[in-house]
C-alpha cells in the first residue's frame, strides 16, 4: 500500500538512530505538509537528512503506485560538499531498500547523478537521455542546465534543496540562484516545494524571504521557519593574576577600595 514505504522509512531510521535531532522533529510537519521550509540548525545536527529523508520516501511511494517519476534536486554552493551529499545518501538508500526487503518489498532503486563544471561530457550526456531521480548540482550548473536542453531534466522536480544558503543571500551568486529558481519554478509542470538549509544566522526573516522568492504577481512566497539553532549558556568569570593590577611591581599588596587612589596623596586622583 501507499503507506508500506513510509512504514520502511520509520523502521530503518529507528534502527540507525536513537531519536531524529531537533531539526529533524521541528522540520518534518511543515516539509511533510508541502510548505517551503527553512531549517536552521548547526552542523552536524541533521538537517540535510531531514530534508532528504522525506523526499526520498516520496520518490519510492510514487514507483510503488507505478505513477509518473518526479524528481528531487540538491543545490549548494560549495562544489567539494556535493560528492560528500552523494556519498552520504548511499547509507539512506541502502537502508531503506533493506527494511522494505525484511517485509517483503522490492523497493525500485533510486537514481543520483552529480552535475558539476567538473562532469565528464559522456556523463552529462548520459543524465539527458537517462534523467536521474536526484540530482546534485551547484548554482552555476543548475543556470546552464536551465538555459540549455538540460531544462528537460528540471521539467518533472518537485523539490528542491539548498544547502548552505545563508553562504550566498546576500552575495552577487545568491541573487543569480535566486533568479535560477525562479526559473525553475516555470520549468517544472507542477508545485515546487523549496528547503532551505542554514547555519544559525540572523536575520532568519531575510534569509526565508531569499528562499521563497515571489509569485508572479509580486507576492512573496510564505516560508516556514523552523529553528534548531542551539544557543550555549555561557558561564564567563574575569580572573586577574594578582590582587591588585594598579601595583604590578608587588602582586601581594592589599587591594585599595580605589586602585587610581595612590597612599599618601591626600586622596586625589592621579593616572596610573
Sequence with gaps: ???????????????????????????????????????????????????????????????????????????????????????????????LVDAARRRGLELPELSVAVRTGDTPQRDRARMLRTPPDILITTPESLYLLLTSRGIEMMQQARTVIIDEIHAVAATKRGAHLALSLERLERATDGPLQRIGLSATQRPLSEIAHFLGGHDDDGTPRPVTIVDAGQRKELDLQVIVPVDDMADLANPGAPVMDDPLTLPGDGGTRKSI
Design 1 to 95: 500500500s501507499a503507506r508500506c514505504p513510509a512504514r520502511s522509512s520509520r523502521t530503518w531510521f529507528a534502527r540507525a538512530f536513537a531519536e531524529p535531532t531537533d531539526a529533524q522533529r521541528l522540520g518534518w510537519p511543515a516539509i511533510a505538509a508541502g510548505e517551503h521550509a527553512l531549517i536552521v540548525a548547526p552542523t552536524g545536527s541533521g538537517k540535510t537528512l531531514a530534508a532528504f529523508l522525506w523526499g526520498l520516501n516520496t520518490l519510492i511511494e510514487e514507483r510503488l503506485r507505478g505513477e509518473t517519476a518526479t524528481r528531487l534536486l540538491y543545490i549548494s554552493p560549495l562544489k567539494a560538499l556535493n560528492y560528500d551529499v552523494e556519498r552520504n545518501l548511499r547509507g539512506p538508500l541502502a537502508g
